[in-house]
């Protein structure tokens, strides 16, 4: 009687309410078991090398020495590794610390530069011989670029390593090898044509660390005690931002995010998505405390803050190069979302930041529909980004990567008028009417017609005759090679 009961529970909550019913179901389903560990020996195991130190926060991790090799066992997610180093040790490291033994940036003479940034780099050292090996504007290509002191005039060169029909690389054609390794460790003792031998590799200035998907392999909530609240940084669309500890190790920033009513299991889902995205040029989502309100954000902060307040109070100082890069690590960033099919729905220039080494990450992603409804409105007018909105977004709220283009372009706008507000003396309503007869926004004082056509190209009125962000970074790579 008592099980029949039970059951009759069950199915009339099921017929009558089966979005509930599916909603608790998805919410107490256990987590799935953990992979079984296979000890393979020394056979079939991926050969990896540290990029970057590693200090674990949890016992369960394993501590990383730059330059050394290690074992992966098991990659348990896609952000976190399990390991074994020399010595027999085991445990997680982060994926994007280490890199594949036989790749090519797994050498201490790659850098993952612009042709402008190795040329800053190779200046600073000035040193005859100094060299980076660097990824050229064509797609799976790469250029050595070269300093040379020769006659008391210095010089760069630019060398693109190109390959024979039978898949062999070269500098000079006459010496020809099987991988790129081997031509530069050629190269390193024979000039063979270039300008001078490669004589001193050199790395990134101020090597960036890259940051961790979460603070351990297994740990995304927070518990609110684990975080000290130093400063407040000001009052954003989410709530207050302040500047604070994790642990009293991590600087971090924690953003409040308001209550709208939104299920807290589908803030769940969202963080969880948004802590999986792991990309130099996006900000990374540390973890979430739940368990208060207002719901917590624990982020990586930036020491040069706002991408617009930036741009602003550099006004008049910032160099061209420094504005296309910019423009390029943006692109890189909503090139991975576009990748994962993940769509931001409120970039621009204030919801990017600028790092310590002067790099602009994308920030915010996904967070729109935390505090906006689902027509993404407000009676004031404040929150809805008229003026980074293409049509179809203004008349219809579909949103998709072109409607993320269209914004691009802006904040390409925003980044070369030095930080003016886009349709300055317009009201929202008029700048509606505008976008919507065809009217777009002028060419900047910084721009270029070059610069300026590329972004009056995100503004196309229909999705379909926008650009993607694959297509977008294309064409400002190239851009960079022949404007450095």
């Not at 099980?3 to 309410?17: A, G, I, K, V």
């Not at 050229?136 to 060398?159: A, D, F, N, P, W």
């Not at 803050?305 to 190069?321: E, I, P, Y």
Request: hydrophobic share 35%; with cysteine; net charge neutral.
């Amino acid at each position: 009687m008592e099980m029949n009961e039970r059951r009759s529970t069950t199915c009339f909550q099921c017929q009558f309410y089966p979005g509930r019913a599916r909603r608790v179901a998805r919410v107490r389903r256990p987590p799935p078991p953990p992979p079984i560990e296979e000890d393979y020996g020394d056979q079939g195991l991926l050969r990896v090398v540290a990029m970057y130190d590693f200090i674990p926060n949890e016992d369960t991790g394993l501590t990383l020495h730059e330059g050394e090799e290690y074992s992966i066992l098991h990659k348990q997610t896609p952000q976190w590794w399990r390991a074994q180093d020399r010595m027999g040790n085991r445990g997680f490291i982060p994926s994007n610390y280490v890199m594949e033994k036989t790749s090519i940036e797994a050498n201490p003479w790659y850098c993952n530069i612009s042709r402008a940034e190795a040329e800053d780099l190779l200046r600073q050292e000035d040193k005859e011989g100094g060299f980076v090996v660097r990824t050229s504007s064509q797609q799976g290509v790469y250029t050595v670029s070269v300093y040379s002191k020769s006659e008391r005039l210095s010089c760069i060169r630019h060398y693109q390593i190109k390959h024979t029909e039978s898949g062999q690389f070269f500098l000079a054609e006459k010496h020809t090898f099987g991988s790129i390794p081997e031509v530069i460790t050629y190269h390193q003792h024979n000039a063979a044509g270039l300008v001078t031998r490669l004589r001193y590799p050199i790395g990134p200035m101020k090597k960036c660390v890259p940051a961790t998907s979460g603070f351990c392999s297994d740990k995304w909530e927070i518990e609110p005690s684990e975080l000290t609240f130093t400063k407040e940084l000001g009052s954003g669309q989410f709530g207050l931002v302040w500047l604070g500890k994790w642990k009293e190790q991590h600087k971090v920033a924690i953003k409040a995010v308001k209550d709208n009513g939104m299920y807290d299991e589908d803030f769940i889902e969202e963080a969880r998505v948004m802590m999986r995205m792991n990309h130099p040029r996006l900000v990374q989502l540390f973890g979430v405390c739940l368990r208060q309100r207002p719901l917590l954000l624990v982020t990586e902060i930036l020491d040069n803050g706002c991408l617009l307040n930036f741009l602003r109070q550099k006004s008049g100082a910032l160099g061209g190069a420094w504005l296309l890069s910019t423009c390029q690590d943006i692109c890189q960033g909503m090139n991975y979302l576009e990748r994962h099919n993940y769509i931001h729905r409120d970039l621009a220039a204030r919801n990017c930041l600028v790092d310590h080494q002067l790099h602009v990450k994308v920030s915010d992603f996904g967070m729109t529909r935390f505090v906006l409804d689902n027509q993404y409105t407000s009676s004031s007018g404040c929150k809805f980004p008229v003026k980074w909105s293409p049509p179809e977004v203004l008349h219809y709220s579909k949103y998709s990567n072109k409607s993320d283009i269209w914004s691009y372009g802006v904040v390409m706008w925003e980044v070369y008028s030095e930080g003016q507000v886009p349709f300055h003396h317009h009201s929202n309503q008029e700048v509606v009417e505008k976008i919507s007869s065809g009217v777009r926004l002028y060419r900047p004082h910084r721009a270029t017609a070059h610069i300026y056509h590329t972004m009056y190209h995100c503004w196309h009125e229909t999705p379909q005759g926008r650009p993607s962000f694959s297509e977008l970074l294309e064409q400002l790579n190239k851009l960079a090679e022949q404007t450095a």
